[in-house]
């Protein structure tokens, strides 16, 4: 991969030169919330916060947005209106989730409204520094070498870019000037030590190895049970989750017309009606088992299937869970067979 | 030796795998108090022979302003041109559905699913066992197989429903108990009606009647309310049928078709795209296919 380094204070040039590609959006923080906002220049980014409340996925595959208009005739797909955006700031993390939305969306059959949204934004990474809830070092999702168009890495005095597809490249082409390809020793040895230091930040120690098999032998443990008299199937889990795909789908009919638009909404598997089928038969009646099928989904099913968990260690839901059920309490308690307060 | 260039099919290229086609109701009529019959064809009638599918696939049906959910197709693609469904009033998109009269017109996409192993089962023995609405999925098969019939073994159709009014296709069904080619055993939990002239009882009380089965080379396949694969499977492997030539085929809410919204997901596998047929060692290593309790007991 191309690697290139540019001074750490031409950052701001470069961001302002981008904006004719499109939109530039990047991490903000409001009353001490941080989410991704549409901004004019680097001075109006945090990028010093770690995680975004909701992750990426949401400019990729909004939470709401219209498939198809209809009438009596028929259904015309609406695409074409996304305007073409910039993200700046993703983390590794969440890049290794929009890599994981890739397979689920892109393969077998491909999805065109989020092939569209993919097309249309570009993900320019930029390194993180771990805070308490972090742990992607478990997930092994600490660094990317996939899914992004650059990657900026921040050593102090200066950024080395990774760029990562032909569309970040030609980004670089709008600026030559900001980039060189002359790296030398520092470069290196400021890189490995950046590593090292970064390794040593994690205050989250949570060890899934072994998971797929832990689940197999859990699978009656009395441990659903107690978690899922804890849970409130809020769903919130699902919002937060940078690879939590589900979706619902409803036809909204304007009254008294056979107009209407077909809609695409986020779903969560922790929902009861989520396994309903029609007779009213559930399939997933308790709450204890909604949360095994999420947690199996993530740290079982994903793994046999992919080799590594659906799981990408941003802590998001260990931020958002009002009843403290995460990734790490959850493999915790089906290890120990018992579940922490 | 000159090389020969790969003709490809005349298909339309599907850009969105979600855009429904416009279908005509051209024909349905009641098969019980609840479960109407339907055929249907494409709008546009050159499109009507196109439509190839196998048996056990499914499509997903839109009505205008109701929303969407997953048939299983009834009819065989051996007789193509039209598509054919029975269908229970149980919900709001299928009640609909019932007040509906024929040259209304529906959205259909698909088909989709794996579709019963066809290349596997040639040649086989097959014993298929219907309960209640599971004889919808499994009337394609069994049409398919009687329209190829000396591409297969030995046939034998059980079909069990609660009462002889709820016998689905019950006139299509004793008439081919005539057929020569085929075993086709009848029976009803309970005959209200004191005129019903085959078995009473429980689906399973017909594996009484069934003779001697060839177990190896057999294929068994189920489809009934989630409680009937527990009471039946236990029969197929007692006749000495391998487990991944017991098949099932399942229900299950879906909103995609294609392996994207979650719904229908068990484990790893969607139903949608690695089912809806599933043999039963499918189930035995994935406990959530039929349900708690199902797989945690049954060792053999």
Known sequence: MMILKMKKEDLSTFLDAVKEWGELWGPTKKDGKVSFSKVDSLSQMDLKATRTIIPPKKFLYPPRFTMFDFDENGYVERTGDVPKRILFGIHPCDIHGVVIMDKLFLETYNDPYYRERREKTLLLGHSCIPDEKCMCIATDTDFIAEGFDLFFTDLKMSYLVWVGSTKG????????????????????LNYTAYRKWKNTQYKTMVDFTGMPDIFELGYSSQVWDKLGDKCLSCGQCSMVCPTCNCYNVVDDVELGSIEGTRDRFWDSCMFREYS?????????????????????????AYIGEFGKPACVGCGRCVATCPVDINVVTVADALKEQEVGK | MKKMCVVLEDREIRDNPFTPDMFRIVRRYPLTNDVNFY??????????????????????????????????????????????????????????????KENETVGIRGPYG?????????????????????????????????????????????????????MLFREEFI???????????????????????????????????????????TFGVICGPPAMYRFVTPHL????????????????????????????????????IDGPVFSYWDVLHMKEIIGRGVSDKTIA
Not at chain 2, 114 to 122: A, T
């Open chain 2, 237 to 272: 492997v007692k006749l000495g049928i391998p487990k991944h030539q017991i098949l099932m085929t399942l229900e299950r809410r879906m909103k995609c078709g294609v392996g994207k919204c979650g719904h229908c997901a068990i484990e790893y596998l969607y139903t949608c």
């Open chain 2, 175 to 217: 008439q081919l108990k005539d057929r020569e080619d085929l075993n086709c055993l009848l029976a009803v939990d309970k005959d209200d009606t004191g005129k019903w002239p085959y078995k009473v009882g429980v689906v399973t009380e017909l594996f009484k009647d069934l003779g001697p089965v060839d177990g190896k080379n």
């Open chain 1, 169 to 188: 490249h030609d980004l670089i082409r709008m600026k030559p000037e900001l980039f060189s390809r002359a790296l030398d020793k520092s470069d290196i």
């Open chain 2, 39 to 100: 055929q249907a064809r494409p709008v546009d009638v050159e499109e009507a022979l196109k439509f190839d599918y196998k048996p056990g696939q499914f499509v997903m049906m839109s009505l205008i302003g109701e929303g969407e959910a997953p048939f299983s197709l009834s009819s065989t693609p051996s007789r193509p041109g039209m598509l054919e469904f029975c269908i229970r009033n149980v919900g709001t998109l299928t009640s609909t559905l019932h007040g509906m």
């Open chain 2, 114 to 166: 794996n579709g019963f192993p066809i290349d596997k089962m040639l040649g086989m023995d097959i014993l298929i066992v219907a309960g209640g609405l599971g004889a919808a999925p499994l009337r394609s098969l069994l049409l398919y197989i009687l329209d190829n019939r000396d591409q297969f073994g030995k046939l034998t159709y059980l079909h069990g429903a609660r009462l002889p009014g709820e």
């Open chain 1, 276 to 300: 309903l089928v029609a007779g009213g038969h559930n399939f997933r009646e308790k709450r204890a088992d909604r949360l095994r099928l999420w947690y199996t989904h993530k740290l079982q």
